[in-house]
């Protein structure tokens, strides 16, 4: 039944979205990873999944917001259907809740995540600076890869504030993995991890 | 309504399709293997997919009425998603994108479905045409007001309206041709697009002399005479099957292929101004569903009230 449920969803995003992957010095298989990509619409995640094979989708779990979708459909779309790791968007309410923590868990042994290290939806047609997270999560788990992924055009099927799609066709790119380097500072990895989402623009 | 056909002069019709892509796939595969190119490679491709696109036509028509404008509704769904994909809209016009995508579409191929001429003639000139700005203005973002209305309207036009011409064929009602309109729709059809094909042929042959550099440098006008030729003479060997004689088929196919080359070429136009060299890419090796009909669009509405005023 789960199966089938994200079947039929991702059908729908084939329908609304198209199917364009573009896929820049990556390839994708088994190995852990963190795809992190610009957010602009809840369909972000949806996208990316539907864009990788098939028999990688049970493994790859998505990061999304505990207040959005901890709640009726969209828990059983988010938890059930999709696997999603749920965090608290404002940490500094819940101080025993440690993000990070949860998301080590998430990853596991064999799971790959996809965070929006902007932390909140922008307006697609800029990138907001990201959070720290990513690169707390990549020095603890310097095993996995790091995929930049740009999505263009989801904003304009669901935009922030609406909440009914309209059909436009969208495209995912992943670019070349990258890790953080030897003694390489938080801004300087976090700005040059946004750098290479923004490069697969021109793409 | 359409009866089933299986006549033997329909299965005439479908058996010389088949022959042309038998035809085709024989040169395609010996080109490749006499000399490989780009050009070569993206022609086989391009026949492949006219086989995957012939059997859904063929099987469309078999249905009867019914399958056809549900395929016609599909290709116009996706063909205005390429359209309003390429075309600037703000996040104010998210409504009437709503409505234009699932509430008028689908109705204008309702009121083909239901054979309602008076409605089917007017929703999308008339209240479409009043609808969209209306909905943009409520939405109260002024910028480029004007440019965005006129832009929704006419993909709207042109992937909805223009394109459900075609199986509104199914409606007239011509005196001795009761139960066999779906011929007419082959008919145009084959004809605008064997003209398409026979224009690249020529084209490819002979090509020299550019019709027009700027918007589309494929089109010369060595592939436009001999593909308007040769696919106006192909469309006049179809007479049997039209309602038509045969000097009024050959207008008829004449008159179809002209408006298929301007329509290949208006809709260039508005891919050059895009910067884009096709609609799409989700017909192997042609772009998108936009790059293969667009002359359709132009050919339907015209070869529809053409046989509407003269022979209903």
Known sequence: MRRLVAKGVIALARILAGGNVRRVGFTPDERQRIYFANHSSHLDFILIWAALPSRLRALTRPVAAKDYWDKGLRRYLGVRVFNAVLVERNPAANATHNVIDVLLDGLGEKHSLILFPEGTRGDGATIAPFKSGLYRLAKLRPDVELIPSYINNVNRILPKGECVPVPMLASVSFGEPMHVGNGEEKGAFLDRARKAILELRQW | ?312
């Open chain 2, 1 to 312: 309504m359409v009866t089933m056909i299986r006549d033997r002069d329909t299965l005439l019709l479908f058996g010389g399709v088949l022959g042309l892509l038998v035809i085709a796939t024989i040169i395609g595969q010996s080109m490749r293997i006499w000399r490989r190119s780009d050009v070569v490679d993206n022609l086989n491709a391009r026949i492949k997919a006219w086989w995957v696109m012939s059997t859904v036509f063929a099987l469309s028509l078999l249905t009867g009425g019914l399958g056809s404008v549900i395929l016609f509704a599909l290709l116009s769904f996706f063909a205005l998603r390429e359209f309003i994909t390429l075309t600037p809209t703000r996040p104010a016009d998210h409504s009437a994108l709503f409505w234009v995508f699932f509430i008028i579409t689908p109705l204008q191929y309702y009121l083909v479905a239901t054979q309602w001429y008076g409605f089917f003639s007017v929703l999308i000139p008339v209240y479409g045409f009043l609808f969209i700005p209306s909905r943009i203005a409520i939405s109260g973002d002024p910028n480029a007001f004007l440019e965005r209305s006129a832009k929704i309207q006419w993909g709207l036009m042109v992937c909805v309206y223009c394109v459900s011409h075609v199986p509104a064929l199914l409606m007239l009602q011509i005196p001795g041709y009761e139960g066999k309109n779906a011929r007419l729709l082959f008919f145009l059809v084959v004809v605008v697009q064997l003209s398409d094909v026979l224009q690249y042929v020529w084209g490819k042959l002979l090509g020299r002399h550019k019709i027009s550099p700027v918007i589309s440098p494929s089109k010369t006008w060595e592939g436009f005479i001999g593909g308007i030729v040769s696919a106006t003479l192909i469309g006049t060997a179809l007479w049997r099957a039209t309602p038509f004689t045969v000097w009024q088929t050959m207008g008829m196919a004449f008159v179809i292929t002209i408006m298929g080359f301007l329509g290949g070429l208006t809709m260039s136009a508005i891919k050059r101004d895009s910067g884009v060299k096709d609609w799409g890419s989700s017909i192997q090796g042609h772009g998108g569903v936009l790059d293969r009909i667009d002359s359709i669009c132009f050919a339907g509405p015209i070869f529809f009230h053409l046989t509407r005023y003269f022979f209903t």
